[in-house]
T-cell receptor, first 114, second 115 residues
Framework: KAGVTQTPRYLIKTRGQQVTLSCSPI?????VSWYQQTPGQGLQFLFE???????NKGNFPGRFSGRQFSNSRSEMNVSTLELGDSALYLC?????????????FGEGSRLTVL | AQKVTQAQTEISVVEKEDVTLDCVYE???????LFWYKQPPSGELVFLIR??????QNEISGRYSWNFQKSTSSFNFTITASQVVDSAVYFC????????????FGKGTSLLVTP
């Protein structure tokens, strides 16, 4: 069974640009969550999507957005990039809504903002 | 306020030593879930265990064991006879109704096991 796939794995952007990251969950999983990991702040919850609807959102500015498609694949977008957005962005999928069960994580997309 | 505290930032042990990773949490909910995840150098987080607030039974899985104590709000993780492959960053996390059951992670403990 294929795991969670995130693309691209690495990318470099400059301040002011925007970026879109993609996540393909495990087949059959309808919940997709996104996390930002930085050395300073650690792992922080961005948002969760279940059946194409955003079910929960963390404390991030509106520049961070996401969506989920009918096949459960998800994308997250960051607009007007800032240096502080440099991070590892992790996607996780699960069978049920809410992070009360086992989450399956991808290897992440490492974003560097110059 | 920090919901999950992992006071040990880095731990270094020699292979075959036992090591305990501490986790202290804070919540006002009566129903909540506690987790441990392992993050190897490749980056993906790997689920190790989940405990709900009504199940204080300790659990053992091979060389891994977990001690959940509501009285001290702790959920500690012990690796017995550590191996080099155990080297990773370990995260404790809390999921509670107050946050819509989003995972709130601790800062992690980096474990280095040397031969």
């Amino acid at each position: 069974k294929a795991g969670v796939t995130q693309t691209p794995r690495y990318l470099i952007k400059t301040r002011g640009q925007q970026v879109t990251l993609s996540c393909s969950p495990i087949s059959g999983h309808r919940s997709v969550s996104w996390y930002q990991q930085t050395p300073g702040q650690g792992l922080q919850f961005l948002f969760e999507y279940f059946s194409e609807t955003q079910r929960n959102k963390g404390n991030f500015p509106g520049r961070f957005s996401g969506r989920q498609f009918s096949n459960s694949r998800s994308e997250m977008n960051v607009s007007t990039l800032e240096l502080g957005d440099s991070a590892l962005y992790l996607c996780a999928s699960s069978l049920i809504q809410g992070q009360v069960g086992e989450l399956f994580f991808g290897e992440g997309s490492r974003l560097t903002v110059l | 306020a920090q919901k999950v505290t992992q006071a040990q930032t880095e731990i270094s042990v020699v292979e075959k030593e036992d090591v305990t990773l501490d986790c202290v949490y804070e919540t006002r909910d009566t129903t909540y879930y506690l987790f441990w995840y392992k993050q190897p150098p490749s980056g993906e987080l790997v689920f190790l265990i989940r405990r709900n607030s009504f199940d204080e039974q300790n659990e053992i899985s091979g060389r891994y064991s977990w001690n959940f104590q509501k009285s001290t709000s702790s959920f500690n993780f012990t690796i017995t006879a550590s191996q080099v492959v155990d080297s990773a960053v370990y995260f404790c996390a809390l999921s509670e109704a107050n946050s819509g059951y989003a995972l709130n992670f601790g800062k992690g403990t980096s474990l280095l096991v040397t031969p």
